[in-house]
């Protein structure tokens, strides 16, 4: 079944074309790379599937609906940026998860806290940019979603806090979900993905099986990328 | 165990490749569990299918078995042992000759060398 | 779904308005009690009924603004990405900020009230209470019916200036600069053009007059329909233009 299908997906910023015409069908049970380099259109696209933007013109659907309430209900979404009040602690955070959303597991997202020794009782504000990037990894992949729509989830970490992310997420995806990874860093992710979409200028210019395209191209991702994008 | 991947190579041939060198040096034995496809997949940082799909492998090739509700075990008698370790040492040779053939030697020339080896 | 959200709302706000009030609260209780025992000529005293004067007469305008940020913060900056990730309708988002205002409204009275007991209990002697006290039971029902309807204008009239800052803020958020200036500006203009659709002279004349017991209707309908009118504006932007940046 197809978790995530755009046709002919058009997001205009007055002259400016963010996405041209983007066809695109994910299935479930895949972790698939939204790759492309800054601006090319993999946060427009994932602000509209998560309802933040809306289209200027075509379709996006979400296991068939178009984005609603419904579909924030199976959407779990990780945004480029910090958005977890500061002034709230974790207890209060997971409380909040659990009230809306019926998918959460506090149990999860407790022991992730724990394993990475968050004091639940802390409030955001005193804990560094990163572990509040970790936490807001933590509540989002502590949902039992049919699609995550992760934004550029290991930019400017550090690479332990890298692999702690990738492994985080790898080991909390529901296995009939669909995993979204938007990111300019391929070479990190590239181990993980099942397929690879190269976004260049608003269009997609490639979505490939990962594993095929290795063996088609001989390359890398991360190499073919480079060769792709050369400017 | 710390998993690094050559970028030239499917991961999952290089997964298989792991498994088949722990079979032969007895890490693991006959009747051995596997870990979990999703417990691998986060050790080593690769997609749970990509482990799927080197688990398979490993059962097409009669390495390894698979209970419904268990999981995955190990395997092999000795003589099937005795192959794979014949298998993957031969993969070790030729890689042997082809760089040292790189560095201009020749066959008798690599032979003779490796007969004198001493470590 | 919208009573978890007031439920939020209402904490979030809490961390920043309690400290306010118990100190408008504190203020008062020491100007007091400084009344009670005849050291208004003290130096202090000056200070301390200055800032009861400047906390009494800012916290109404507070708690506006604190609402109105909640909305603004809560919806259309960082904040909005989880707000709007949330299983809910956008109209549901809108009125839990409507009635977070009410709310904060009411807090507010309470806290003014608060203020005038601890007042009128440490100035006045018990003697004088007990007269005020019983005076309340000989005032007419008429008067009792027009604070109610007082109530209910205040109360519209707070609600229809919070949806116009709503609608406000939400067209701004279109804008990718100047946001607060732009959502001023809207404010100022509105204050303008409703100033000359209905003149305060107009409103006057259907005032409480020595007649009327009963307010003219149109004084509760101008702000209902504004409210519904700049509400409409609000849940159109939020809802089909949502623009986070």
């Known amino acids: 079944m197809e978790t995530l299908v755009c046709e002919g997906l058009c997001k205009d910023y007055g002259s400016i074309k963010a996405l041209n015409h983007v066809d695109l069908s994910l299935s479930e049970g895949k972790i698939v790379g939204l790759l492309g ?29 178009v984005p609603s309430e419904k579909t924030k209900a199976i959407v779990s979404y990780l945004p480029d940026r910090n958005v977890l009040p500061e002034y709230m602690n974790c207890d209060e955070l997971v409380q909040m998860y659990q009230d809306f ?44 979603a049919k699609l995550y729509l992760l934004d550029e989830p290991i930019a400017g970490v550090d690479p332990a806090a890298r692999d702690y992310i990738l492994r985080t997420i790898i080991s909390n995806y529901d296995e009939n979900a669909t995993v979204l990874i ?12 099942d397929e ?16 095929e395209l290795k063996e088609k191209t001989g390359k890398s991702i991360d190499e073919y990328f480079r060769e792709v994008f050369a400017c | 165990m710390e998993w690094k991947f050559l970028d030239d190579i499917p991961i999952y041939l290089q997964i298989i490749e792991r498994i088949k060198v722990d079979i032969v040096s007895g890490r693991y034995a006959s009747g051995d569990k596997l870990p979990a496809v999703r417990d691998l997949a986060t050790e080593a940082g690769v997609n749970p299918n990509t482990v799927q799909r080197a688990f398979q492998e490993l059962e097409r090739q009669g390495l390894v078995q698979s209970e419904r509700t268990s999981g995955r075990y190990v395997s092999i008698d000795d003589e099937k042992k005795k192959e794979l370790q014949r298998d993957l040492s031969q993969d070790c040779i030729r890689k042997l000759f082809e760089d040292l053939r790189n560095l201009g030697m020749d066959d008798q020339m690599i032979k003779d060398a490796v007969g004198k080896w001493e470590e | 779904m919208l009573g978890k959200l007031i439920k939020y709302d209402f904490k979030a706000l809490a961390k920043n308005m309690f400290p306010i009030y118990a100190l408008m609260i504190a203020l008062t209780f020491a100007c007091s009690l400084m009344i ?14 200055f800032a009861w004067v400047v906390s009494m007469s800012s916290s109404f305008a507070i708690t506006i603004w ?16 989880l707000s709007f990730a949330l299983p809910v309708k956008t109209a549901t988002h809108i009125l839990a900020k409507a009635f977070n205002a009410l709310i904060w409204a009411v807090v507010e009275v309470i806290a003014l009230g608060i203020c005038a007991l601890i007042f009128a209990f440490t100035v006045a002697p018990l003697r004088d209470l007990m007269e005020a006290f019983k005076y309340f039971f000989t005032i007419d029902a008429d008067f009792y019916l027009m604070l109610l309807q007082m109530a209910l204008l205040g109360a519209l009239e707070l609600l229809a200036g919070d949806c116009l800052f709503f609608a406000a803020f939400s067209i701004a958020h279109l804008f990718d600069r100047h946001q607060k200036l732009i959502a001023g ?18 409103s006057m004349e259907f005032g409480p007059g020595s007649e009327f017991v009963l307010l003219h209707p149109l004084l509760f309908i101008i702000p209902l329909a504004l409210t519904i009118v700049y509400s409409l504006v609000t849940w159109y932007i939020l809802d089909k233009k949502l623009n986070l940046q």
């Open chain 3, 36 to 49: 009670r025992f005849n050291l208004e000529r003290s130096f202090v005293f000056g200070i301390a009924m």
């Open chain 1, 196 to 211: 690879a979409i190269f976004l260049k200028e608003g269009r997609i210019i490639l979505h490939e099986n990962a594993d």
């Open chain 3, 185 to 202: 500006v809207f404010v100022v203009l509105m204050f303008i053009l409703r100033g000359f659709l209905f003149p305060p002279r107009f």
């Open chain 1, 101 to 144: 959303f019926s998918d959460f597991e506090s149990g999860r997202a407790y022991e992730m806290l724990g394993s990475l020794d968050i004091d639940p009782k802390m409030p955001l504000r005193k804990m560094s940019k990163g572990t509040r990037e970790k936490v807001q990894l933590i509540l989002t992949m502590s949902r039992r």
């Open chain 1, 182 to 193: 938007s990111t300019h860093l391929i070479a990190d992710v590239e181990n993980v993905l």
């Open chain 3, 66 to 81: 604190m609402t109105v940020m909640r909305f603004y913060h809560g919806l259309l900056k960082n904040e909005g990405y």
């Open chain 1, 37 to 65: 380099p800054n601006g090319s259109g993999k946060t427009t696209l994932i602000k509209m599937a998560s309802r933040l933007l809306v289209p200027s013109a075509g379709k996006i659907t979400i296991c068939g609906e």
